[in-house]
């Protein structure tokens, strides 16, 4: 394989749309497996247990895809979010702040939703999971955005992604603070440490690579002994890489390590977490006496949440904002444009369906709140697409965002 072919493959995998793509098939493949007549194998194998059960590590199949291949997809969060804050999207607070305080309200709205359909339906032993619509899939909804929201203003993207990358944010904070257990002092100082130590290593002029990585299992290892969900290992070694470049590095170091670790996060983190995540038994029509899918408040709960409460916690809260501040959407970005972003923030798909995983103590449960997160994710992704293309094609005026000047940053999506 010559050079040029090696650099195409490599930008191929490093795509936001190519992790979409493929956690779409994991998910398909995990759904078909699960629905097969030999979906009691595929059950079986994902609670097989591996590991070393001398330093805690006797996981079953299902969680090392949930607790160890999904901390590579969390690193790459950390990394995208330390980048957007120092020289990104995030670093202009007044920029920022609209896309941030709409996350805030798309996180509000569905959780006040949940926990209204649940105490309604007297399913109260179901209200721990009010977490599960708050979060945003960045990689399905970007790529559900650039495949049918051509034409449309870069600025759009740069909103979603934001909105997209607090949405993480915040649910990182939420399953530190709410589904974290037991917390041991002594293995979350040892996380630190060699959080530190990671940091020091990252940072240092003639960089060692091989020396990351056994520090950066140490992290994780310490994280899940400590009770923290061990996911935010990875986020917590992301955030302290260097984001901004030093001369006469042609990148920094944030984005070559992204550059490194993504392909790995979108080609096997992400697909076999989705293998195993959306790998739930469905019957919409139940069988042997058993309620179908939709009889189930939780599944109502969560389905209304993404599709309903997403949409109007942003539009609301940034319509507000644009209306009564002195706060503006992007440049050319209107708000007829805040539907179609509301709708795609309701693609709830990795960190969900992980909330989902950490909210309930019965697999029945699990199942039932999984498979809401596929229905209203599909749904939300349709009716976003829907949306996009009948805006896209729409004549738009020479100020969308309403700020007195007219658009200047026109480049398409």
Request: proline share 5%; glycine share 12%; charged share 10%.
């Given at each position: 394989m010559t050079t040029s072919n090696i650099t195409r493959v490599r930008a191929f995998l490093n795509?936001?749309?190519?992790?979409?793509?493929?956690?779409?098939?994991?998910?398909?493949?995990?759904?078909?497996?699960?629905?097969a007549p030999t979906g009691s194998a595929f059950r079986a194998f994902s609670q097989t247990v591996a590991g070393?059960?001398?330093?805690?590590?006797?996981?079953?199949?299902?969680?090392?895809?949930?607790?160890?291949?999904?901390?590579?997809?969390?690193?790459?969060?950390?990394?995208?979010?330390?980048?957007?804050?120092?020289?990104?999207?995030?670093?202009?607070?007044?920029?920022?702040?609209?896309?941030i305080l709409a996350a805030c309200g798309g996180?509000?709205?569905?959780?006040?939703?949940?926990?209204?359909?649940?105490?309604?339906?007297?399913?109260?032993?179901?209200?721990h999971g009010?977490?599960?619509?708050?979060?945003?899939?960045?990689?399905?909804?970007?790529?559900?955005?650039?495949?049918?929201?051509?034409?449309?203003?870069?600025g759009l993207r740069v909103f979603l992604l934001t909105l997209a990358v607090v949405d993480d944010l915040i649910g990182i904070l939420v399953i530190a603070i709410f589904y974290s257990h037991?917390?041991?002092?002594?293995?979350?100082?040892?996380?630190?440490?060699?959080?530190?130590?990671?940091?020091?290593?990252?940072?240092?002029?003639?960089?060692?690579?091989?020396?990351?990585?056994?520090?950066?299992?140490?992290?994780?290892?310490?994280?899940?002994?400590?009770?923290?969900?061990?996911?935010?290992?990875?986020?917590?070694?992301g955030l302290v890489v260097p984001a901004v470049r030093r001369a006469p590095e042609m990148a920094s170091r944030a984005t070559r390590l992204g550059q490194l670790v993504q392909p790995l996060s979108n080609v096997i983190a992400l697909p076999v977490f989705a293998i195993f995540a959306a790998g739930v038994?469905?019957?919409?029509?139940?069988?042997?006496?058993?309620?179908?899918?939709?009889a189930h408040p939780l599944v109502w709960a969560v389905t209304a949440a993404l599709v309903i409460g997403k949409p109007v916690g942003i539009m609301l809260t940034s319509a507000a904002l644009a209306r009564w501040t002195g706060l503006r959407l992007p440049d050319a970005v209107g708000l007829r444009d805040l539907?179609?972003?509301?709708?795609?923030?309701?693609?709830?798909?990795?960190?969900?369906?992980?909330?989902?995983?950490?909210?309930?103590?019965?697999?029945t449960a699990i199942d039932e709140a999984r498979a809401a997160i596929l229905v209203g994710s599909l749904i939300a992704a349709i009716l976003g697409a829907v949306v996009l293309r009948h805006d896209s094609r729409s004549a738009r005026g020479p100020d969308m965002n309403e700020d007195g000047i007219p658009?200047?940053?026109?480049?398409p999506i």
């Open positions: 795509r936001e749309t190519t992790g979409g793509v493929l956690v779409l098939i994991g998910a398909v493949v995990g759904l078909a497996l699960a629905n070393p059960g001398s330093i805690g590590l006797d996981l079953s199949v299902g969680e090392w895809a949930q607790d160890g291949l999904l901390a590579v997809f969390f690193f790459t969060v950390g990394l995208e979010l330390i980048s957007e804050i120092r020289v990104g999207s995030l670093h202009d607070p007044r920029k920022a702040a609209v896309p996180v509000a709205v569905p959780a006040i939703i949940y926990t209204a359909v649940i105490v309604a339906t007297s399913s109260t032993q179901y209200l009010w977490a599960i619509p708050t979060a945003t899939d960045i990689a399905f909804s970007l790529a559900v955005l650039v495949i049918a929201g051509r034409g449309l203003p870069s037991g917390l041991n002092l002594l293995a979350l100082l040892g996380a630190g440490a060699a959080v530190a130590v990671f940091a020091w290593l990252v940072r240092r002029p003639r960089m060692r690579w091989w020396l990351l990585i056994p520090v950066a299992l140490i992290a994780w290892w310490s994280m899940h002994a400590s009770g923290v969900h061990a996911t935010i290992a990875g986020v917590a070694l038994p469905i019957s919409l029509t139940g069988s042997d006496g058993e309620a179908g899918l939709f539907l179609p972003v509301g709708l795609l923030c309701g693609i709830g798909f990795t960190v969900s369906m992980l909330i989902a995983g950490l909210s309930f103590p019965d697999s658009d200047q940053d026109i480049r």
